[in-house]
């Protein structure tokens, strides 16, 4: 067992009694070198006041604007002194052991970077969790997806996906990473601000050669769409803009364009999809998501310069690893129905 610290860093914007349940809940974990530092995205009510008073021990940083989960989590780390970084969201409870597991797997190996726990439903315990469930992986057009949730079908926890391995991403609801590969690659995209950042941020610990995994072994319960609901267009519009950036910024320049034109299909597929559910919000974030898309084309740029100058291992290795699915997850799952991760 490592005695190296562990600094725990969760973002935190309004809402007291998911963040005190959550406090609460890492106050009775076993592994004891920690720092708790909580980052108040500038929350309107008194909450991290009110756990400060509760909960002597941990951190307070408070930022001036919203941060988002990307510029909070970057904030947290900056007061960091453990070795180890555990992104933690707020509406999170643990199992006494999870942390000691992350360690012991993190440590196992040189090669890696990130280790995720299995992530339970917290309403629903025998389910898993939609964000994160049992390890994430993409399909080569960048559409995510887990061991044990695909799209919006999400597994009961049978123990079919207890064994520990190499996976292409570790949910942003609880992670842990070494806080030198972190520095190294500058930390989370801020310009993304909220979601799929950690996927952009585990692609990046693949490109210098790393490892990404899940330790089913440790456990944690996520409420899930507390700060942003699932059914909010906005999460639609986040969702599918990242995942265009990610992919126009993340491969080679040739790759990202051959594939370019059939993600846009497809977005306008899920649209239309969208449109006869009368989700009309959600509708309309898919083209707001394109629209960013254009707009920003001098950020995508900036992003490929950047991962040019650490880059190590090309689309081929990563590839290689077997890590990310070569055929389309939208043509599996909607067209042929394989909508359980054990199909694949």
């Not at 998911?18 to 500038?42: G, R």
């Not at 969790?129 to 079908?153: H, K, Q, W």
């Not at 972190?182 to 601000?193: E, N, Q, R």
Request: net charge positive; hydrophobic share 40%; aromatic share 14%.
């Amino acid at each position: 067992m490592s005695n190296s610290k562990v600094s725990i860093i969760i973002p935190h914007h309004n809402n007291f009694d998911i963040l005190n349940e959550c406090i609460n809940s890492l106050t009775k974990i076993k592994y004891k070198d920690i720092e708790v530092i909580i980052v108040d995205n500038h929350s309107s009510d008194q909450s991290v006041d009110r756990i400060k008073s509760n909960h002597s021990f941990v951190k307070i940083k408070k930022s001036n604007n919203n941060l988002g989960y990307a510029g909070g989590c970057n904030f947290g780390a900056s007061f960091a002194k453990g070795s180890y970084l555990l992104f933690l969201n707020n509406d999170t409870i643990h199992e006494p052991d999870f942390l000691d597991h992350l360690i012991n797997k993190i440590i196992s190996s040189n090669n890696i970077a990130c280790v995720q726990p299995k992530i339970k439903n917290h309403d629903n315990k025998e389910y898993f969790d939609y964000a994160g469930a049992s390890g994430g992986f993409i399909d080569y057009l960048v559409f995510p997806f887990t061991r044990g949730r695909i799209f919006n079908t999400i597994e009961k926890d049978k123990g079919q996906y207890n064994d520990a391995i190499k996976v292409f991403w570790t949910s942003g609801t609880v992670f842990i990473t070494k806080k030198e590969i972190f520095d190294k690659i500058g930390g989370f995209d801020k310009s993304l601000f909220a979601h799929m950042e950690e996927i952009d941020y585990c692609w990046k610990c693949y490109m210098l050669g790393f490892e990404c995994w899940v330790e089913p072994k440790s456990i944690v319960y996520h409420h899930g769409g507390k700060t942003l609901s699932y059914k909010s267009p906005k999460k639609t519009y986040f969702n599918h803009r990242n995942s265009i950036i990610l992919l126009l910024s993340n491969y080679s320049i040739a790759l990202s364009l051959y594939l370019f034109p059939l993600r846009l299909l497809l977005e306008i597929i899920s649209s239309l999809n969208d449109l006869l559910k009368l989700k009309i919000g959600h509708f309309i974030a898919h083209y707001f998501s394109i629209l960013s898309i254009i707009l920003n084309i001098p950020t995508i740029y900036k992003r490929r310069k950047i991962i040019n100058k650490f880059r190590i291992k090309d689309d081929k290795f990563i590839f290689n690893q077997k890590i990310i699915l070569n055929e389309s997850i939208v043509k599996k799952y909607f067209l042929f129905r394989n909508k359980i991760y054990n199909n694949y």
